[in-house]
């Protein structure tokens, strides 16, 4: 097997050299300083702290990871707004670095069930229409295949991941159902939409707290995990991110059910709940708390991935025209500014960084993650982590094209 490291630096000398198909103009002039819109300053910084795509969310070794396929479905974005090749450039070294020529995807294996990792097929989706390069289909089938067979509650809910059974997370929405309704439209299987329906069903079902209003992180059928709820199943808290992944699940895979769904309307009946979940927990600064029911309590902290993920749903569900009410508008033009103004600084090399990032939350494993209130706001914070990083950069695109409608 070739070794991936010279693999990974000889297609990117190459694809620094040559255009993609389908575009023959020339690469976008490189432009830098204050004056670029923030979702090529935010790309540029990144593209500069992690020339190789593969060691993306503080990594020494390559993997195939939903961080990964996030930066990598921004970053397709912004080569949409800017046509700049050196981002698509980057999308396609971390495609062909990962995938060998014959379509086996390095550090993958299906039968982990592990619902994160199909999160990726939605950059090659792209990267396959645009080339058509089998490889890439085979990939995706791959994944396809591993949600054919994936591990589900006793009414259809896709596992979070066969280490996690019986649990379904907010977090596994954004990771699972868009790609399934990417693949339901792109390759005609439309009965996948009623699959990805019924997984948007179960999560309300379950994970919604009517008395708070927002949705908590996780729900464990069997009630057997320390953190679920003897009565409900439900995890203790409402986590900021993972009510973030729900809501970009919602405004993603929109764009691929087809409008004369009959589960269309429902799908927009929860996106509708989200919304106003949303703005009713926004706070005064624009943004939102790590631990969405206790905000302002001792050692709870403004945090940027679900700011960015929120404002990201509410900028592109107006856009859209999901949501046509003003507050809607407001809501999401007031979150991105704040996290312009309060949680994004310029560095002296000239990158500019997000700051306060949760690094990561989970619920169960080992060490035991109870999804107490303690737990949350002790995680590490950090900067630039991806899962801040990507959103941001999709809410800046949405936020470019909102701002002067």
Avoid at 129 to 149: H, N, V
Avoid at 278 to 304: H, M, R
Avoid at 369 to 393: A, L, Q, T
Wanted: charged share 25%; hydrophobic share 35%; proline share 5%.
């Amino acid at each position: 097997m070739h070794n991936p490291t010279l693999v990974f630096f000889f297609l990117l000398l190459i694809f620094s050299c040559k255009q993609q198909p389908g575009n023959n103009a020339e690469s976008a002039s490189e432009k830098t300083g204050e004056d670029e819109p923030l979702y090529v300053q935010m790309a540029d910084s990144e593209m500069k702290r992690n020339p190789d795509p593969r060691l993306l969310d503080f990594r020494d070794k390559p993997k195939w990871e939903y961080t990964n396929g996030l930066i990598c479905s921004a970053f397709l974005k912004v080569y949409d707004k800017t046509k700049d090749l050196k981002y698509y450039n980057y999308v396609k070294s971390y495609a062909d670095s990962m995938i060998t020529e014959d379509a086996e995807i390095l550090t993958y294996k299906k039968t982990d069930y592990n619902i994160d990792r199909v999160n990726p097929g939605k950059f090659l989706m792209e990267l396959y229409e645009q080339t058509g390069d089998q490889k890439y289909k085979m990939a995706i089938d791959t994944l396809r295949d591993q949600m054919r067979r994936h591990p589900r509650t006793s009414d259809g809910g896709f596992w979070h991941k066969k280490v996690y059974p019986h649990q379904m997370w907010l977090d596994g929405l954004y990771m699972g159902s868009p790609f399934l309704a990417q693949y339901a439209a792109q390759f005609d299987e439309p009965e996948l939409f009623e699959d990805v329906a019924n997984q948007v069903y179960l999560i309300d079902k379950y994970a919604w707290d009517p008395k708070k209003g927002l949705y908590f992180h996780g729900w464990d059928e069997s009630r057997e995990q320390r953190w679920s709820d003897p009565e409900t199943g439900r995890s203790p808290h409402a986590w900021g991110r993972a009510m973030g992944w729900f809501a970009m699940a919602l405004v993603d895979m929109l764009d691929f059910f087809p409008a004369d769904h009959p589960k269309r309307q429902d799908i927009l009946g929860i996106h509708h709940k989200m919304a106003e979940a949303i703005i009713k927990n926004q706070d005064t600064s624009g943004l939102w708390w790590q631990v969405l029911d206790q905000p302002g309590d001792e050692g709870n902290y403004l945090e940027a991935s679900a700011s960015s993920m929120f404002t990201y749903f509410l900028l592109k569900s107006v856009n859209e025209g999901y949501l046509n009410e003003e507050a809607y508008k407001k809501a999401g033009i007031k979150g991105y500014e704040a996290i312009v103004e309060k949680l994004i600084k310029r560095n002296d090399d000239g990158t500019i960084s997000l700051t306060q990032v949760c690094g990561v939350a989970g619920l169960g494993g080992n060490p035991y993650r109870d999804g107490s209130y303690e737990y949350y706001v002790n995680e590490v914070i950090r900067d630039n982590d991806p899962k801040g990083v990507g959103p941001f950069i999709l809410a800046s695109i949405e936020y470019a094209n909102i701002k002067y409608k």
